[in-house]
């Protein structure tokens, strides 16, 4: 498989996330990069986005295309490390999604309870990552975590109902959890 695989699957990951994130919700993204998550939800959707990141080297590309696509009104970037979450947020939301940063997380365990410190009571994630022995494994020469080891750390989070499956021939977990 190339290395676009990935990119090539995107279109059909954003089209699962819309249609399980559903109209006008509000959205957080955590690691969110370039923002193009935040950007697909609130153009597709209407959905209120924020998109958290430690590093906003990506956010002036992100809000050009916001521009562009005329729903800045809807999309805001923060720079902020997710484990300080809670303290520098003041609203609750509806959907907390991630895309290929839990591997990253120094901390885990502690971003995931600021997670659901900032969701509503009913709120939901969805963390998209690439399983143990995936191809990424091979492309970027990362580890990462085995879908057991993701849910273990949203178990000890304090997360209900984990669930998961295995997207683009087993490359992705879909993981989804209840706060
Ligand atoms: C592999 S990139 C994925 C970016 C984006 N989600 C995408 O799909 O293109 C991982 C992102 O997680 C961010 N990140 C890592 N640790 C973080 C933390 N503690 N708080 C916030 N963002 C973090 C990195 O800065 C980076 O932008």
Not at 2 to 9: I, L, S
Not at 127 to 154: C, H, I, N, R
Request: hydrophobic share 40%; aromatic share 8%; glycine share 6%.
């Amino acid at each position: 498989m190339a290395k676009n695989f990935y990119e090539r699957y995107e279109p059909t990951l954003f089209s699962r996330i819309a249609r399980d994130v559903g109209k006008n919700r509000n959205v957080i993204e955590i690691g969110c990069g370039d923002c193009r998550l935040c950007n697909h939800l609130a153009r597709k959707n209407g959905c209120t986005t924020v998109g958290i990141d430690i590093n906003d080297v990506d956010f002036s590309r992100a809000r050009v295309e916001s521009r562009r696509l005329h729903i800045s009104h809807l999309v805001e970037c923060i720079k902020v490390d997710a484990e300080k979450l809670s303290r520098i947020l003041n609203k609750k939301f509806d959907f907390c999604l991630s895309l290929y940063v839990l591997h990253e997380l120094r901390n885990p365990i502690k971003v995931l309870k600021e997670v659901r410190a900032i969701l509503k009571e009913k709120g939901k994630v969805i963390f998209v990552d690439f399983p143990e022995g995936s191809l990424a494994e091979q492309l970027w020469d990362e580890k990462y975590y085995s879908v057991k080891e993701m849910k273990t750390l949203f178990k000890r989070a304090g997360f209900k109902k984990i669930g998961h499956q295995l997207l683009a021939r087993k490359q992705l977990v879909y993981l989804t959890a209840l706060r």
